[in-house]
Every structure is written in C-alpha cells, then in structure tokens.
T-cell receptor, first 113, second 111 residues
Framework: DAKTTQPPSMDCAEGRAANLPCNHS???????VYWYRQIHSQGPQYIIH???NNETNEMASLIITEDRKSSTLILPHATLRDTAVYYC??????????????FGKGTHLIIQP | EAQVTQNPRYLITVTGKKLTVTCSQN?????MSWYRQDPGLGLRQIYY???????DKGDVPEGYKVSRKEKRNFPLILESPSPNQTSLYFC??????????FGPGTRLTVL
C-alpha cells in the first residue's frame, strides 16, 4: 500500500470548515483513498473513501486532485465532537489478501470553541 | 444495529494466566482482524481471517492465537500473557476487505 503524509496536528474553530490534507504521491492506479478517525481511545470510525472522483456523504467531503497525488478531507461545519485523530490510508479495495489497514500517525484535529 | 462487539472492555491480569478476548460481528462479514494500539506505534495488525477456518498472521502475531470456527466470532487468545502485551486491542470486520468496522476496544493490563 502507498505511504501517506499528513500534518501531525491542526486547529479549527467550531462551526468553520475543517480541511485536512493528505499527500500520497506514490499511489497506484487501483488504490483508493480512505479516511478514518479515532475519537480519544474509541475504535476507529470510517468516514469516506474514493478512487479519483470527489465524494460526499453525510459526514464529510473528499477532494482528490486530478493527478491523485494528494487529497483533502473536508468537514463542512466542525463541532467539538469532531476533535479526533484523522487517518488517511491508501489501499486496494477488496485487498485480496490481508485485510490490514496501515495506520500512520494521522492528524490530530482540535476543534476550538 | 450493525456492530462489532468485544468483551471484556477492560481486563487486568497477571503474567502467564491464559485469557481470551471475544469479538463478534452481526454484519455477515467474511474478513475479521485484530489490532493492537500502543503509544507512539499506532495501530498494528495482529492476525486476520479471510473466512471461516482461514486465519493468517499480521504484523505482530507473536504471543497471540486466534480461531475462526464461526463466521461471526473471532476470539483472540493469549496463552501466556506478558507485560509487553499490555495494550489497547481492537477487533474489526469488513466485507471483502472494503470498509472496516471496528469494535469499541479492550484495554488489557498484564502485571
């Protein structure tokens, strides 16, 4: 699976959009970009994923650059409950072999009141 | 409600006393796996299972065993726990290696 690079921490004001960047310059053509988050010590929670088109769901939007070397997760109206560590992971969908997700250190997003 | 459950949520034990952490999912997922999370090391996969009776080692399998006799259950067995297995453990399941659903975690302390 391709390696990702994320800033270690970010702040965002409550009610504003939180934009979390991720670099994945070695991504392969069949690898998807997945985002998970972990609130305190709870189990990681799936947010969104995409291949090359932008995606949106009830939680967030995912913007993938045309060359697919980077992406941005957008939380449109951040709340205090969005304070968490956010992980960007690239992997082949359906894995084939191991189901393993390679978690890096992620971005610790802190929402300020 | 679709979910992954783990038991116990918290456990303090002593070195060498065998223990089992249970994991169950109600989504009919084929894939199940176990992770441990340690400060500074992030989440690391211990074992995974692609289906019933099919298991394989992840990145840090030493000191652990698993079994997959039923599709919904994937217990993690520590036959002789040691203090370096003190950690936060997560079970996860997914359909064909796609979106993974994680359990709430089991915090294990081995004295």
């Amino acid at each position: 699976d391709a390696k990702t690079t994320q800033p270690p921490s970010m702040d965002c004001a409550e009610g504003r959009a939180a934009n979390l960047p991720c670099n994945h310059s070695t991504i392969s053509g069949n690898e998807y970009v997945y985002w998970y988050r972990q609130i305190h010590s709870q189990g990681p929670q799936y947010i969104i994923h995409g291949l090359k088109n932008n995606e949106t769901n009830e939680m967030a939007s995912l913007i993938i650059t045309e060359d697919r070397k980077s992406s941005t997760l957008i939380l449109p109206h951040a709340t205090l409950r969005d304070t968490a560590v956010y992980y960007c992971i690239v992997r082949v969908e359906g894995g084939g072999g191991a189901d393993g997700l390679t978690f890096g250190k992620g971005t610790h997003l802190i929402i300020q009141p | 409600e679709a979910q992954v459950t783990q038991n116990p949520r918290y456990l303090i034990t002593v070195t060498g006393k065998k223990l089992t952490v249970t994991c169950s999912q109600n989504m009919n997922h084929e894939y199940m796996s176990w992770y441990r999370q340690d400060p500074g090391l992030g989440l690391r996969q211990i074992y995974y299972s692609m289906n019933v009776e099919v298991t394989d080692k992840g990145d840090v399998p030493e000191g652990y065993k698993v079994s997959r006799k039923e599709k919904r259950n994937f217990p993690l067995i520590l036959e002789s726990p040691s203090p370096n297995q003190t950690s936060l453990y997560f079970c996860a399941s997914s359909f064909s290696g796609r979106v993974a659903f994680f359990g709430p975690g089991t915090r294990l302390t081995v004295l």
